[in-house]
T-cell receptor, first 115, second 112 residues
Framework: AQSVTQLDSHVSVSEGTPVLLRCNYSSSYSPSLFWYVQHPNKGLQLLLKYTSAATLVKGINGFEAEFKKSETSFHLTKPSAHMSDAAEYFCVVRNPYQAGTALIFGKGTTLSVSS | DVKVTQSSRYLVKRTGEKVFLECVQDMDHENMFWYRQDPGLGLRLIYFSYDVKMKEKGDIPEGYSVSREKKERFSLILESASTNQTSMYLC???????????FGSGTRLTVV
């Protein structure tokens, strides 16, 4: 079985400060991992994905995430937060070796950015 | 760009009604999915389909059924709507197991 745990349900930062959203995964094989973002009243958008290539993955809008197998983590970071980053973020895992499998979502982290 | 279209943005239905939520994708993807999203619970998988006429139960299939008669269309059916099915419903599609999904904009269903 596979699962993801987002360690913080809510993170608050000031504009211009770094962002860290934490995610741990559980999987018996090397998974595919994703981060999605959902802005208020908008659909889900793929930020970045890890699929067993480089462990440091760069995504859109300056976000990146590092796959650490030893720590079973896939934390999302950004050096400097913008007001427009305020949204809900989901860490997601998928089994890449089995056809017909679905994405498993974490419960989400709400990021608030203050000026 | 891949487009996943959900036919209704907002729906209000009465308890006991049969409800159809429609989803259409335009990129010939094999896999299609239905999730519901509730505050504090993230997205939970209801059903998915990896081929025409094929379906698999997700984590919370009770009270729902699905239909996939054509590759581009995946319908979610609430056989007898109940108030605990009030939620945001999201449809998604994807071409293979390697990639992530493309999501529709969602249908916010209220059952009164």
């Amino acid at each position: 079985a596979q699962s993801v745990t987002q360690l913080d349900s809510h993170v608050s930062v000031s504009e211009g400060t770094p962002v860290l959203l934490r995610c741990n995964y559980s999987s018996s094989y090397s998974p595919s991992l994703f981060w999605y973002v959902q802005h208020p009243n908008k659909g889900l958008q793929l930020l970045l994905k890890y699929t067993s290539a480089a462990t440091l993955v760069k995504g859109i809008n300056g976000f990146e995430a590092e796959f650490k197998k030893s720590e079973t983590s896939f934390h999302l970071t950004k050096p400097s937060a913008h007001m427009s980053d305020a949204a809900e973020y989901f860490c997601v895992v998928r089994n890449p070796y089995q056809a017909g499998t679905a994405l498993i979502f974490g419960k989400g982290t709400t990021l608030s950015v203050s000026s | 760009d891949v487009k996943v279209t959900q036919s209704s943005r907002y729906l209000v239905k009465r308890t006991g009604e049969k409800v159809f939520l429609e989803c259409v994708q335009d990129m010939d993807h094999e896999n299609m999915f239905w999730y519901r999203q509730d505050p504090g619970l993230g997205l939970r998988l209801i059903y998915f389909s990896y081929d025409v006429k094929m379906k698999e139960k997700g984590d919370i299939p009770e009270g729902y059924s699905v239909s996939r008669e054509k590759k581009e269309r995946f319908s979610l059916i609430l056989e007898s709507a109940s108030t605990n099915q009030t939620s945001m419903y999201l449809c998604a599609s994807s071409p293979t197991v390697i990639y992530g999904y493309t999501f529709g904009s969602g249908t916010r269903l209220t059952v009164v």
